[in-house]
């Protein structure tokens, strides 16, 4: 596999090129016959590799160099001379998978759903394996057909494979594979380092497929399954993502995985529609998206062609990532007759993550427009309002849906008299179930921690997780506070007294894991600008007031009608913040995010130094004309 290998058009973050280092060294209970390391001596200062990590070493294999890099209990391996397509920035992302596909398989196990398709699964493979065998026997060909290539995809057998070593053999005959496990597909695999830690951190599971379009990629796949000793478990597969998954869409032959991960570098729209179908009845779909100045305003137009929704230029534009996601999901599910339900989503460094369970339902998939709603933004006080686009009413047994009554907004602004943008269709749902956060806090709570080791990002899991758990869940779109006090010109002062104000008033308020300064209420709009202009007599803003026909004008000189209390109330610091939880994580390093897509073209060591003199050019050029 050379250097920095072209990894397809869908290729996962996990192939970013490594310049960043590890805040922590990991262990590996991965052991490799014929392999010797030789890392206990450090690299001398002329090995172009000296400045690596504290978790990649050099190891040899069949007399050939490579660097292992160890995360959790995963190694895998690259070529020596090549640079390394690993992303320690992501490690927090494949922890979390893992603690919630931990959760996910206990829940999945007692509601028995896998069962019955585990038994159509297998009788399927049979078939299949007998008909392949067949052919094989009728046409006299001497290579070996593996039962996959009749599912869609074609695994890569190890040198010296035969007939036996076959995915429907493994499948039948392995007694490592627990009756009725998880089936996962990792349809974006790159390295397999996520597939390898599934594998061994996550238990419960039958079988995983770990699938890239790159034959580059595929190789050092199955070099690194067999490298961590896990060919009953895990098959490597070179096939298009997206014929993989509508290959795997049929439920009656048990063909559906019981988890999709889908983590590409950018969007993942094209893989959604196949992957809605591939998944399981009750089963789980996870999806990264790092395409963050699409889904956060940059490009509306972008995002309405991608996602079928446009993006908003807000402060609470991460959580509007985060809905128009989901409400792309949804829409692509409900023309199968299907709808999902969010168990976790959260934004963080610079891409967004979603968990959701995918079930049918033709009644469901009829309410989910209630689900589903636009966005007004005031453009001078940056005020959201949701707009639903449908509502049921219930007269006794009668169920009748309706289309909704509107607008919720006048034609200008009720508060700062400036216009409204409008953008959407987004998710208005809950983004997370708390039950399932609750499940997580308590196994990370858990002692000893599974297998006796603790994932390397526990303390930033425990935080962010927590923070999810203390979100109002009703509660769509958040105010920031310097924002908001911007507004009318005021210096903002303490978040805490903020909120004692909105406690006191007697509404609920909480924090948002996107913004470290967020203020998400149930108090109407009007209530938290009451609050705002008390606030300002405390620490008037003189230039302001004289600023007639500006927002912060308009506002100030708005009647007060709530009775604001600014005496401290005990809720008005979460429990997060009280025990010191890691909330919002400062970058440990410069360049801390996606890195460069992976092509066939070696970078030289002077990359970040290049980006660093482009960066803002545009706008330099534009002040020199100037």
Known sequence: ???????????SDDTSELTCKTTSDHTTNATAPAASVSSSEPLSHTDPMKNLPANISRVELDGVSYLKVKEGQGEVLFPAESKVFYNPVQEFNRDLSISILRAFAVEYKKEGKNTEKRRRREAYLRRQQNECDDDNTTSGAAETVNSNDCNGYRSASPPGGDDNNSFGAELRQSPERPEGGLRILE???????????YAKEVPGISDIVANDLSKQAVDCIQRNIEYNNLTHLITASHSDASLLLYMNRDSSLGQQFDVIDVDPYGSPHLFLDGAVQAVAEGGLLLVTCTDMGVLCGNSPDACHAKYGATSLKTRSCHEMALRIVLQSIESHANRYGRFIEPLISFSVDFYIRLAVRVHSSPLQVKQSYTKIGMVYNCVGCDTCTPQVLGRIEVNGSSIRHRLPLGPTVNERCEHCDSRHQVAGPVWLGPLHDRAFLQQLIAQLEEQPPHNGQVLGTERRIRGVVQMLQEELPD????????????VVG????????FKSAILNAGYRVSASHCHRASIKTDAPSSVVWDIVRAHEKTMPSKRMRKNTGQPGYNILNKPTVTQVDFTTHPDAIPES??????????????????????????????????????????????????
Not at 1 to 11: G, K, Y
Not at 578 to 602: A, C, H, V
């Open 1 to 11: 596999m050379s250097a920095s290998a072209e990894i397809r058009r869908n290729s």
């Open 187 to 197: 349809a974006l695999a790159a390295s397999g380092l996520r597939s390898i830690r």
């Open 475 to 486: 509660v769509p779109f958040y105010y920031v506070h310097d924002k908001i006090c911007s």
């Open 490 to 497: 005021s210096i903002p002062g303490k978040l805490q007294r």
């Open 577 to 626: 913040q009280e025990k010191s939880l890691l909330r919002f994580q400062i970058n440990p390093e410069r360049f801390w995010g996606p890195m460069t897509r992976s092509t066939s073209k070696i970078l030289g060591e002077g990359q970040q130094e290049k980006k660093r003199k482009n960066q803002g050019r545009k706008y330099k050029k534009q002040r020199e004309r100037r």
